[in-house]
């Protein structure tokens, strides 16, 4: 039986697919003595379960493929206990990895670092680890959501002109760094459009803007998308586009 690079040692993954997560610990660690000493001793334990869980597998493979006269002491008997018993080893061993990436995303997550989180997240999906990945996405949302609460609590409709940037660049950044896979996340988003647009729309008649007729600030406004969260990445950005345009143009003050 041949065995090519990188192909699967258990029935739960590839040895590629089960060091990247380790990748990731190390050059945290490599990156930063100095880091915070729960994080380091996260990194530290999903190395220490990597290497167990590669010794595990490559038990495995060895017995997999040795033929039995290559193993004249034991019977084929005992030599199949011995499969089941490492494959078994290498899936309890894959269970405490994913485990211990997702603690590290936790330490991470507190530390702000979401981009590994999301590396870690990405790791895991393509191991098959749908669920896990999944988990660390909603936590990740909910951090965002947490970073940007403030300014959303402050979207209304009488917001000043000073307040609509910061508003729209929070909205944005919700829409950038919450993954979409949060639950609702369009449609929580979705539900700041009307007061912003309300917010726009006022300023403008305060400037005595001249609306084009194919504006739908005073749609969105209305709540005319309401029912359409899809598309509310589009009708931000339309009213991002009304704003620069017609409120802050050259010769109208904003503040």
């Known amino acids: 039986m041949t065995i090519e690079p990188g192909t699967a040692t258990s029935p739960y993954l590839s040895l590629r697919q089960a060091v990247r997560p380790a990748i990731l610990a190390h050059r945290l660690l490599a990156g930063d003595q100095e880091r915070a000493g729960k994080l380091a001793t996260e990194c530290e334990d999903l190395l220490y379960l990597t290497g167990e869980l590669l010794k595990a597998a490559g038990r495995a493979r060895i017995l997999a493929t040795a033929s039995p006269p290559r193993m004249p002491d034991e019977g084929g008997g005992d030599r199949h206990a011995q499969l089941l018993e490492a494959y078994a080893d290498a899936g309890l061993l894959w269970a405490k990895v994913v485990g211990s990436s997702l ?46 609460r403030g300014q959303l609590r402050a979207i209304g409709n009488d917001m000043p002109a000073a307040a609509v940037e910061p508003a729209i660049n929070a909205l944005r950044a919700v829409l950038r760094e919450v993954p979409e896979e949060y639950p609702d996340r369009n449609r929580e988003v979705n539900r700041f459009l009307p007061p912003l647009a309300s917010a726009i729309h006022a300023i403008m008649k305060e400037q005595q803007a001249d609306i084009p007729y194919h504006s739908r600030v005073e749609h969105i406004a209305s709540g005319g998308v309401a029912k359409y969260p899809e598309i509310v990445k589009t009708s931000l950005d339309e009213l991002a586009a009304e704003f620069e345009g017609i409120c802050r143009r050259p010769g109208g003050k904003t503040t």
């Open 103 to 148: 603690a590290l995303a936790g330490a991470l997550i507190e530390r702000g670092e979401w981009e590994d989180v999301r590396a870690l997240a990405s790791f895991l999906a393509g191991a098959g680890e749908e669920s896990a990945a999944g988990e660390l996405r909603i936590q990740l949302g909910q951090a965002a959501w947490e970073t940007h």
